[in-house]
């Protein structure tokens, strides 16, 4: 990690503002019930996900001041996630049951933390300081995506299908078609070693050999994947790897999730809408990614590879600004959809980069201690707010995770 | 079932209104997400409850009514709790994850179902509607007791360990000595015959063969359970039924559920409170029951033993009235504690009585189908409304249930 | 249990050689391998049981001999199967890992105990003694007919479906009309008190009110349960216990056990078989037999109604002799098939009678401790040994429990 | 793949008859009983090991022959494995139930298949033909190590503990010091091209960038692998994999696999026996490998590390031969046992070489499908045939498995 310097204190208070308050605002249209419930172990309340980022705060940044005194000594135990090395927490699968503190005690402590951040912001901080308020930054912004994906499941969780914003579809149009774009091709570089922040797991920059490849344009559309489900790609065993087809037979799984029975309609953030056929498929797991392209007799990427394509295109496209936009059909020449819309699965599984250091500290297991059993997503999605990726950004999922917004992008041996 | 003539119906309004009042007067203390929560599969969050009853009231008195329209269609399924016949239901784990509709959108609901019922009220009606009322306010009450046990079992899920109320400890009292009263012997008659509501499974009205047998004056206290304990009650197999030894090992049970881990302290409605060593024991499975009568040579009174002792005996006790009251040591001559402060466990398996007819259509499902696996118990608890129990009143729980305020009676052959 | 004189103990020795025997001769067509297996947790492998029982009498019997020296000591944790006082034992859903010792060196250990215990029935033995060889009898009878239920299991869950033997099936004839007996009413007498050996569990002998009832001439058919199938009855839960139709959807049900799906053959002792719509219907869960008895507008009987029914009539029918025979349609007038080929589920839940005491000692955990979550069956199968039945014998599985050879009577209120 | 070219298959012939007869040899020790059990899904019975490497000569050798009838054809079914182009299969965790077709009959299908292939290995084969005998035997092989593994992990389920085979211990020897040595740094080639079989996973081969590092010069022993224990490593959180840390909770791992509670002795295949100081530390999963690695300060190597090193040594080893033989401590200067003794871990997930291609038909399914989820592991065990092995072969498990001969290498970045 790489961090801000001591003379950009004053705009890390702005950010700060800004970053927090974007937390809030997710989180407006819904109520106490909504952000209370829990609908799956992998997924957090709305409730939890505002207490446990201004945890976050309280913890590595407001217990350095010598003369802090904990908020509510007691939340701790229910707002740490999963640092071991400060202390044991609460069990995951039970976050849903913590009905006090309320929601509204919730708010209040967000505004006491804040207020004490901005205490210390307002003053001359050392660029360690700096670095953590940043990590936490990015941190909250994580926990933005995650809120709206778990708010997202919890509401298709009740019969009732209700909505998390009443919102205008795009009008659909015809996408561009999809085409292969060679990629890069040899020794090439990858990793963070840019100004500004980026996650311990980015590092280092290192050397990859890449053989002759190329990457499809754009993102595999809702259209495409319908032919896949149409033309049996659900009941054929040898699309699929073994571990997968397990889960296809376990799950009784027929369709990406939220899609409806008709496959031609899903629930979204929006309630139930009829799905665009020329916008990016999304809430797939890995184990569909990787069956749709054996059967469309390609390949997903390594994370290599789109890293080398995508470090020289403009870090734009369907992001968060203020509230989510459901994907969009590409158009244009070239690599489209690289950023937004939807995360796009990777072949690499989830592991360190050659020389890999952890940070110190309990910070230390913010990311090297997942590193087993997941894949590699990369380019950001309709949740992930527009500052917060970047071309070396490394997300990463247990390949039968499906409720964020995960789509795929064709690769090919050439 | 007996019906409540014609002439009562003035006050059934007001019984109605008393009954549903108190429904609202018991959740009065809670938030909107205290009453969102669901601690466990058994257990059914507190607006579900609030929501629950009253779709009874409109499913089974104003559909009745030819032109009535339902407050909203879609509510059926969601609040339908295991009526077949009217229709499928929401799956019973997952009622914890309706976040809509609201609490307040559910107190509406209430508020149009009552009016609409007590519009009924006001007019003449006939027999079979007032015991349909009748029914349905029985039914309102024994959700009382279940959101009293189930926001026990929600608070105590929480490492906060909140209260449900403030409440003042009464002075521990030391409790009349235990001693054995005989109990009737030879032919008596058991079930439902009086005046006034029964439930179908109380009836009919039937003889049975009582051996010589004695009752014991009083409810097991929580000083002797805790020399069952200290005598390594837990930890000696040959003591305990297989089925409640497996289940010892499995749930690792060491002592009654909310009990805390001093053995002289337990989580309570008002929340941790030190053990009153005097009154009852409570929060046993029938397993512990069972394995606690073994060790102090003794057995589980028979239902019949239970009833035949009860029915001279006036119907009152620590039962609820406007806030539950926590369990209190003996007093007096003669079989105490027969109704109110626990549950007693009979060795009595729940099952139908001879010539046992369920109620027509779908209420006939309302006790009959749970009439396996299932064990009796006996007398009411703290939580009990204290005009819901009677002498004949059977209710039902699997043999490892702990969540309900049950305790145990000993009984003895003769 | 009563017990044998003194002086019976030369035919005590006979009895003995000839039951023991008996287990052997009835594992003959099978195979180490087949005898190894063990196809669910609830059965034992072949060599299991052959060890066991004679485990059975090395504990109870030999090692009551001051000087005895234990065959192997390591084998007594292996084939103990419950008796926690004697300590602790082999996990049972593991008999079938137990690949050592083998079959052979189980049937060493069988003629090793054998002749020890015919030296000890060749001399004058006190009357315990001869109570204690006559309970291991009657325990090696029962594993006779777990051997057989057991084996088919096992069988079954081989794709080959391979025969435990081969045998002719008996002609299919029309059986007799069903009809329903008027049964005893009033106070009767139920329980063991004549001569011979007895369970603990089917004493004390004690008084049960009998309401006007009727019983059905006959078990139900497989024809008449074929009609049940047809009519949708696995189809709709307002049949069903709440708990059987859990089952029903959790399993998914929709014919008795080892039933092919053509409804009209079914996998048997002798492999696949042409169902006898005549023969009794035979690997009905009791939540099966329930919901027929409900559809067929009856109910199942009490064991005190089968009982006083069954104490009149010969102890003869379709029991074991040398080899298993199929269920046959019942000829004749009155009640037919009380003994023989299939057990009869009761309403009863398996518990204590009034006053029962177990065994001395740690034969006390043989029937006492499974009293709770279980149904009594009646009347013996087609694996019970024919001397090993009496009107009192109550057998006792739960209620999801389908692979023994169970069948169901029909009964009726008057 | 390559192949064997037509003039090799006289000595084709004599390799099959050679290894199909080790097959034999491995299990002449065991009893038909042994040969059944099944101690957990991942492991399968020796016989069915037996009678599934018989079907894949049947089913890809025999079946390609026009006039060819099976042996059985119902065996089809039981011995495919996971070929889901070829046919649906028995479930894999109950192969253990299959005592029929009985040892005997295997050995004879055995025969059969055998004769038959020799048949056609006697005449002019063509080379697609020869390579996939080839395969077959490769196979075969991969199937004896499993045999050997599953019976270690059968037996020690068995509570007496028997013993494979009776072997004497290698007198206990110091090792030579643990030091790393400097790996290839910089552009290196892995991958299979040279002569002789490989599996499809093992090409293409390709090129692959290393940063500097250095690999340990032996395997971990018990001795160091017993410090980490006495050091807490069981106890301390932040030393694992957030997936290794839970798993190591809830299979309460305190050990490895097969080792005693005294932390001296262990389970082996000549039954129970002390453990080695100076031998490598076996039975480790690849949580276990990483978190001594990292409590070690070091790391596990990757897969192209091991390669580049290992290419260059010469293939032996404690490898196996007539019979396994424990592992041993190191001896000499460099690199020692890369091959043979245990399994080593690396830190590469199991994935497709770039350009990588599965063999066409049903033999594709051989090793692409389970490229998710797993681990790769190098340089075989003692279980693993001396002529089977090679610098790039490729063995993979999850991260959870522990009864494989598996242990630890460590490396160093540079």
Excluded at 69 to 81: E, G, K, Q, T, V
């Amino acid at each position: 990690m790489t961090t801000a310097s001591i003379q950009a204190a004053p705009s890390l208070a702005e950010h700060f503002a800004r970053v927090r308050g974007s937390s809030i605002a997710l989180s407006a249209g819904l109520s106490a019930e909504d952000m209370q419930i829990q609908s799956m172990p992998d997924a957090s309340p709305g409730k939890w996900n505002l207490a446990h980022t201004t945890w976050f705060f309280e913890q590595f940044v407001l217990a350095r001041e010598h003369d802090y005194r904990p908020y509510n000594a007691d939340w701790h135990y229910l707002f740490n996630s999963y640092y071991q090395s400060v202390g044991p927490m609460h069990a995951r699968p039970h976050r849903g049951l913590l009905s006090r503190p309320s929601l509204a005690e919730v708010l209040d402590y967000r505004r006491y933390v804040d207020d004490a951040v901005q205490d210390i912001l307002a003053s001359d901080i050392n660029e360690e300081m700096a670095s953590i308020v940043t990590l936490g930054l990015q941190h909250e912004q994580q926990h933005q995506e995650l809120l709206l994906t778990d708010i997202l499941h919890a509401l298709y969780s009740n019969p009732l299908k209700p909505a998390y914003s009443t919102g205008s579809d795009t009008p659909a149009t015809a996408s561009v078609p999809m085409n292969f774009v060679n990629g890069h091709e040899g020794l090439v570089q990858v990793g963070h070693d840019a100004e500004g922040f980026a996650f311990d797991n980015e590092s280092p920059r290192h050397r990859v050999w890449l053989a002759p490849h190329a990457l499809a344009n754009r993102a595999v559309t809702n259209a495409e994947y319908a032919a896949f489900i149409h033309d049996g790609g659900y009941r054929e065993p040898t699309l699929w790897l073994s571990e997968g087809w397990a889960t296809v037979q376990r799950e009784q799984w027929q369709r990406p999730l939220y899609w409806q029975r008709d496959l031609v309609s899903a629930f979204t953030l929006h309630g139930v809408r009829t799905l665009d056929p020329h916008a990016p498929v999304c809430h797939l797991s890995y184990f569909e990614a990787d069956a749709f392209a054996r059967w469309a007799g390609a390949r997903l990427p390594t994370e290599a590879e789109w890293e080398s394509a995508a470090v020289a295109l403009p870090v734009t496209g369907n992001l968060l600004r203020d509230a989510p936009c459901m994907p969009r059909a590409a158009q244009g020449e070239g690599l489209q959809q690289m950023y937004g819309d939807v995360w796009e699965w990777t072949s690499s599984a989830y592991g360190s980069y050659p020389g890999f250091k952890t940070l110190p500290g309990a910070l230390g297991e913010y990311n090297g201690k997942f590193m087993s059993g997941q894949m590699v997503l990369r380019g950001g999605s309709l949740a992930t707010p527009y500052d917060h990726i970047r071309p070396t950004y490394r997300n990463f999922f247990p390949p039968d995770a499906r409720w964020q917004f995960m789509g795929v992008r064709l690769a090919q041996d050439r």
